[in-house]
Every structure is written in C-alpha cells, then in structure tokens.
C-alpha cells in the first residue's frame, strides 16, 4: 500500500501533550453549548412572521427589507429596526454586527426574498449595466452567488452569539429540482432554487406559517370567530420544514402561537407527545 507523505513544510508532531492545549481547551460537550438559533420562517402575509421573529432574544435588530412590516412589533421593547436600501448596506450591518461596538442577540432579516432584488441590481451594476437592463443568465447567476455567499456569513453570525432568523415569502414549485438533483418541496420560500437549498440547509429551523380560523355559533345566533397564528414544522410531504433535535424527540406537525422558547424546548427534546386519547366504546364493540 502506497502512503501518502508529508509535505516537508508540514508541522511536526508535538512531542509533549501539552502541545494540545489550544486544541483540547475549545473542546466542549455538545450538551453544554447554549441554543443560538438560525431559522428560517415563511409563509404569506399578514401570517405572523414577524411576530414570531420578535420572540427571539432582545436586543434585537430588525432588517426590513422592502417590507415595511413593523406594525405588529411596533409596542415591543428592546427591538430596533434598520431600512435597508441597497445591497451594501446589507453588507455594512453583517460587519457592525460582528464588531465590538454591536449590542444585539438576534438579527431578523425580514424579508430575504425581497434580497434577491438588491442582489440582482448589485450584480447588472457589476456587469456594466443598469437597472432597466435585460437581467441574462450571467446576472441571475452572479446574483445567486451573492445570496449563497452572505446567506452563510450571516448565518455564522451565531459563532458570535447572535441569533439569525430569516424571513421569506412563500412559493408553490412546480417539480423543481434543487443542486442534488431532488425534486424540491411544493412549497417553499420564494427563492431561486438553488439559493432555496443553501438557505434551508443552513439554518436548524424551518417553519411555515398560516393563520387558522374557526367559527363557532353560539346562543343567539351569533358567530364567534377564533384567529389562531400557527406553524408547520414536523415533517411534510408538501411543505418545505425542519427542526434539529435529539433523535427520538417528539415534534408535533403544528404549533400555535410559536415563540422562542418553544423553538428552545423542542430542540432539547422537552415536548412530550399528548397521551393518546381513550377509545369510545362503541369503536371496541365494533372491532369484535
């Protein structure tokens, strides 16, 4: 068998173990790491995508993006919004974030899908045109380099303690295949497929979001009308969805009313199934 050799400009071995100090002093049980999150939450409008995101630890800096979505955190302490206004100044917030000078534990980029917008103008203005030109296949895939590039920088802001949730519209896709050659999920966020796939592999949660409504009649004729904000996250045939947790943990397929801390206790395992309920028994009658 042929052994591949050292490059003579490699390291020697340590000869004493404490050579190894920087190495086995960052060395941590993985129970031990705290729950710095990177989600992803889409859906269509009005379906509490933001709210959710202001769950997440204060101080929190909210990006709004061609949005205009504050309203429904408007009375919320300790979250600061940010209009962002072309793609330079998306880069200039990531580099402040990560100085010394920032004070924030969670950024809400709200909404990438309207990102892709300021990376397309960004990449004609690369290519010498202007924004009333033809965007070619050159422009989209210099676009989507952008997107992939600072999806990841962002992303790892939580190496920096800092909790990233990304906000997208959603989309039906019609058979669509991602970088692997799998056909994508139904729906998902309104991305270009193959940015679809980065941003989804990158973050531990992935969560849909809808409104459910009931109506109830009561005495009098009257109509009660119950609004309930939800969340797809257990796995779905259709529905583009993800939680990382401890194999064997419990997800429910929906959450009412999600927040942060939800999000924590399902990722350490916390949730426990609901107890299956009794069977009627006429149902056991009938099975005799």
């Known amino acids: 068998m042929l052994r591949k050799k050292l490059s003579s400009s490699a390291t020697p071995a340590p000869k004493n173990n404490s050579k190894f100090k920087g190495v086995t002093d960052r060395i941590k049980p993985v129970s031990s790491l705290g729950l710095v999150l990177a989600a992803l939450f889409y859906g269509k409008a009005g379906t509490g995508k933001t ?10 800096l909210h990006l709004d993006i061609r949005e205009k979505g504050t309203d429904s955190i408007s009375d919320m302490k300790d979250v600061d919004t940010l209009s962002i206004e072309d793609w330079d100044q998306f ?8 100085s010394p000078e920032s004070k924030y534990k969670t950024v809400v980029i709200d909404a990438v899908s309207q990102l892709q917008d300021f990376a397309l103008i960004a990449a004609l203005a690369e290519n010498g045109k202007d924004e009333s ?7 989209f895939g210099v676009a989507a380099g952008r997107l992939k590039t600072w999806i990841i920088n962002y992303r790892d802001l939580v190496d920096d303690d800092i909790n990233v949730v990304f906000l997208a519209h959603d989309r039906t896709n019609e ?3 991602g970088d692997d050659g799998e056909l994508l999920p139904s729906v998902g966020p309104r991305m270009m497929p193959s940015v ?25 004729g009257k109509i009660k009308r ?5 969340m797809r996250v257990g796995p779905h045939a259709y529905y583009a969805t993800k939680i990382r947790q401890p194999k064997g943990s419990y997800t429910p397929d929906i ?3 999600p927040g942060y801390n939800m999000f924590v206790s399902l990722m350490k395992g916390e949730i426990e199934p609901p107890a299956p309920k009794p069977v009627p028994v006429t149902s056991k009658l009938k099975r005799k």
Do not use: M
């Not at 917030?93 to 990560?98: E, G, I, N």
């Not at 679809?196 to 009098?220: P, W, Y």
């Open 51 to 60: 709210t959710v995101a202001a769950t997440f630890p204060k101080p929190l």
């Open 91 to 98: 880069e200039q917030v990531y580099w402040y974030l990560k």
């Open 133 to 139: 030109s033809p965007v070619s296949k050159r422009d």
């Open 175 to 177: 058979g669509e295949e």
């Open 196 to 220: 679809a796939s980065v941003l989804t592999a990158a973050v531990k949660i992935i969560g849909n979001t809808f409104v459910r409504e009931t109506h109830e009649k009561q005495d009098g």
């Open 226 to 230: 119950d609004v309930v904000y939800c």
């Open 255 to 257: 959450l009412e009313n």
